[in-house]
């Protein structure tokens, strides 16, 4: 079994805000580790990050961290039993005004772009014309250093997320890789 991604801060993080006069420190993400706990049936459960609890203060209390939630590829999730998000820190004390909770972040399941086989490579930009892609797509590709499309068979849904590109441009992409396996009569 293996463990593909795990973003910053993922699994049973903790961090705890200290205390102040005036207001309670925030409490940011923090790198956890992670922690194989087995459920009755000899399965593994994974979670995401437990966030911090904000700082207390006399005034205003500092937010919970967020905990953040896994990262795993759709294929393994049937190697444990339960797959669960993050879990929020509390809000720190404050006499004035307590701190927020923290937000528990759900899974994200990463799904590469297209997993069939396309064939002969092409450069990017040959195939963002060919496919009828935006300029923008294909200079945001290039600043990330793709130079081909077999490399962005490697890439998944989440990661390209994560670099700014959107739904709809993400949706172009796939489409995109779908002709072009197609037409070499090599798609699914």
């Known amino acids: 079994m293996s463990l593909r991604r795990f973003k910053k801060g993922v699994i049973g993080g903790e961090k705890d805000g200290g205390e ?75 006499k004035d005004l307590g701190g927020t909770g923290g937000v528990g972040e759900r899974p994200d399941f990463m799904r590469k772009l297209y997993t069939g086989e396309i064939g002969a490579d092409m450069s990017l930009e040959d195939f963002c014309a060919q496919f009828n892609l935006d300029d923008d797509i294909l200079d945001r590709l290039g600043k990330l250093k793709f130079k081909t499309i077999g490399a962005l068979l490697e890439v998944t849904d989440v990661e390209l997320g994560r670099e700014g590109f959107g739904l709809g441009e993400r949706s172009e992409l796939k489409r995109a890789l779908k002709e072009f396996a197609a037409q070499r009569g090599t798609g699914k």
């Open 20 to 94: 102040a006069a005036d207001k309670g420190e925030s409490v940011e993400n923090v790198q956890g580790t992670f922690n194989f706990t087995m459920a009755a049936n000899g399965l593994p459960l994974l979670s995401g990050g437990h966030g911090g609890v904000g700082g207390d203060a006399d005034r205003d209390g500092g937010a919970g961290g967020n905990g953040q939630g896994p990262q795993i590829a759709p294929e393994e999730v049937k190697f444990y039993s339960h797959v669960t998000g993050g879990f929020g820190g509390g809000g720190g004390y404050g």
